[in-house]
């Protein structure tokens, strides 16, 4: 099986302030002049003019700072960067969105995120856009696990309990939203030469049993692999053996992503170690809940589970 790859960076970021098509863009425009008014059809005939009136009257830099910029085409599992002006709020599936001071922004669709998703952004100068984000619909596998320990499956009092318990550490760790732009520079993956064995999204039928669907990438090494840190970051959780996760390392890289490897046999770092991208961090395992060797790659958006492959690659 191979893995699908969709390179962010190949995709064409649209510019609400110069498509000129859709309502944001007129939006934006108002944004720049706060005065001016007006019908789609007239947008269309003037929007040659306003090019040149941005061009003649503003920097570019001010122009740049009243854009919104999002990838065109959106998948669920999908991790999004937009920009905007640094000064502008970001609302986005309830929350408050942390904005850079260079005006990036992330925000992650969930598994099954809706065709449509609202998007929010008001201004410093008090104007409001309401964006609906357009997003692909997905089909997921299903996937028969044979083989498991049994009580990863259906756990004994006790353990239910100690997976709570380390279920919580993971919880309260991806909570974390740190102002650090260690995502900017894409991700690479955590081990080589694996083969994909797991997909994101793939509802799981674990020994006859439905379970939550696979939220994560499996990559399929025999054990004592070097696993690298995916991105820069700090270490938030590294234990050598929780029950589902075995040997698991989260590293958090800003804005509320964060990477979690999870099997693995051995672990390099501890939690506060800064990494950088590339770094060794232990090694595969067969460690929790697993059948054999491999590395389930978890990434994450806060509590929202993304796709690991479909994050940007590093820049050439
Ligand atoms: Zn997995």
């Given at each position: ?120 952004v008001r201004f410093s100068n008090g104007k409001v856009q309401h964006l609906q984000l357009k997003v692909a619909k997905r089909e997921y596998h299903i996937e028969h696990i044979q083989g498991l320990p049994q009580k990863t499956v259906t756990p004994d009092p006790e353990t239910a309990k100690r997976i ?153």
């Open positions: 099986m191979t893995m699908k790859h969709t390179n962010p960076f190949a995709l064409r970021y649209r510019r609400e302030n110069g498509a000129g098509r859709s309502g944001a863009a007129r939006a934006s425009i108002r944004e720049a002049y706060p005065g001016l008014s007006l019908s789609k059809a007239q947008h269309e005939r003037f929007r040659g003019l306003l090019y040149i009136i941005v061009a003649l009257f503003t920097s570019p830099a001010s122009a740049a700072d009243r854009t919104l910029q999002i990838p065109e085409h959106l998948q669920q599992g999908q991790l999004v960067i937009g920009h905007v002006a640094h000064d502008a709020k970001v609302e986005f599936a309830g929350r408050r969105v942390r904005v850079g001071e260079d005006g990036v922004f992330v925000i992650g669709l969930e598994r099954d995120a809706p065709a449509q998703v609202p998007l929010n709570a318990r380390e279920r919580e550490h993971i919880v309260e760790a991806r909570k974390r939203d740190d102002a650090r732009e260690d995502f900017l520079k894409g991700f690479v993956l955590p081990v080589e030469g694996a083969r994909i064995g797991g997909t994101y999204g793939s509802q799981r039928i674990d020994n006859g049993v439905p379970m939550t669907p696979h939220f994560g990438l499996d990559m399929v090494v025999p054990t004592g692999t070097p696993v690298h840190a995916p991105a820069d970051g700090i270490v938030t959780l590294a234990e050598p053996d929780m029950v589902l996760n075995g040997g698991i390392v989260l590293i958090d890289h800003g804005f509320g992503l964060s990477s979690a490897t999870i099997h693995m046999s051995k672990l390099d770092v501890k939690a506060g170690d800064k990494v950088t991208q590339g770094q060794l961090i232990g090694l595969a395992g067969a460690t929790g809940r697993a059948t054999g060797p491999h590395v389930h790659w978890a990434f994450n958006w806060f509590d929202v589970a993304l796709d690991p492959a479909l994050l940007p690659k590093p820049a050439k």
